[in-house]
């Protein structure tokens, strides 16, 4: 994934270093046969410089088509980017173009009581399962008295956040479904460059519940529908909050390209989003979301549409 034709895919890139949060950061590969048979692995990044007793909120993500096995390395530096704000974001290499258990999802998936998909037939209908299934592993293995250490670092009351790229940006807005993220404890989504939004009923952008990121760009010449999914969620939920970024260049691959070239951003406006409605921040990271000014996801690049409408007071 850090092969040269990937670095030159990515329309807009610029050579700079990635913004990075206070922590330092690690990972560590583990097995759960919970998930699904494709690939029953994860990787977990976590702050390794936290203050004794610190706590991180839970961020799983959703790779996108092709993102499983081998190639999410492509992921990497944006998961240590991610947690370098202070979260534990683990990405599963299962589904790599679909999950294979998809009729036997229906612990996971009962919660969304939606319609197939788009595309039928490849797997994706239980994707959004899978982070949820990372949820219950993390609160499981936090409860066991000889586990790692890594899982007595994660903030459960703090919620989740699902974040996820292409087909696990789909998978992502799924989660985001009143019933699901009710049971699950997920406070918000994020979705990079997500798939397409079309069920048989409209759009899945309708079925969410919580505060959601929509981040594409000009670029992306691959899934441009992140604004109809953006305009569902706001048609039906008037009032909530969300944030929609359209930044002129870049591709789809976003997501995983590594530095130098990258969008040096994608992680710090990610984390912001998460810092809100995750950790309530209401100072620096609510700024970079919801100020105009030159720092800010709206201000410091040329968009084709940047809208950030913040909480309610």
């Not at 944006?78 to 229906?106: I, P, R």
């Not at 789809?252 to 590594?258: K, S």
């Amino acid at each position: 994934m850090k092969s040269t034709l990937l670095y030159l895919l990515a329309a807009g890139a610029v050579f700079s270093q990635p913004q990075l949060g206070p922590y330092n950061t690690t990972y560590q590969e583990y097995t759960n046969p919970a998930f699904d048979s494709s690939d029953p692995r994860v990787w977990v990044w976590w702050p390794v410089n936290g203050t004794p007793g610190q706590k991180f909120p839970l961020v799983p993500y959703l790779h996108g088509i092709l993102g499983g096995d081998l190639d999410l390395l492509g992921y990497t530096a944006l998961f240590g980017q991610m947690a370098s704000y202070g979260f534990v974001v683990v990405g599963t290499f299962a589904c790599n173009t679909g999950c294979h258990d998809a009729k036997n999802s229906s612990r996971w998936t009962s919660c969304g009581g939606l319609l197939p998909l788009e595309p039928v037939g490849m797997g994706w209908d239980s994707y959004y399962g899978e982070a949820y299934k990372i949820i219950d592993w993390a609160r499981n293995m936090s409860a066991l008295p000889s586990t790692d250490p890594v899982f007595s670092l994660i903030d459960f009351d703090a919620g989740a956040g699902v974040v996820g790229h292409s087909m696990g940006g789909q998978g992502a807005a799924m989660a985001g479904g009143k019933a699901c993220t009710e049971q699950w404890g997920v406070k918000t989504v994020v979705l990079h460059h997500p798939a397409m939004g079309t069920v048989p009923w409209g759009n899945i952008g309708s079925n969410i519940s919580v505060p959601v990121a929509g981040l594409t760009t000009s670029g992306d010449g691959i899934w441009p529908e992140t604004r109809d999914i953006m305009d569902a969620f706001h048609t039906r939920n008037d009032g909530q909050s969300y944030l929609y970024r359209d930044e002129v260049g870049w591709s789809h691959l976003e997501p995983v390209l590594w530095p130098p070239i990258e969008n040096p951003f994608l992680a710090t406006f990610t984390a912001a989003w998460l810092k809100v409605f995750l950790n309530g921040d209401r100072g620096e990271f609510y700024d970079m979301i919801f100020s105009d000014g030159p720092t800010s996801v709206c201000g410091h690049a040329e968009m084709v549409n940047c809208t950030a409408r913040p909480p309610p007071q």
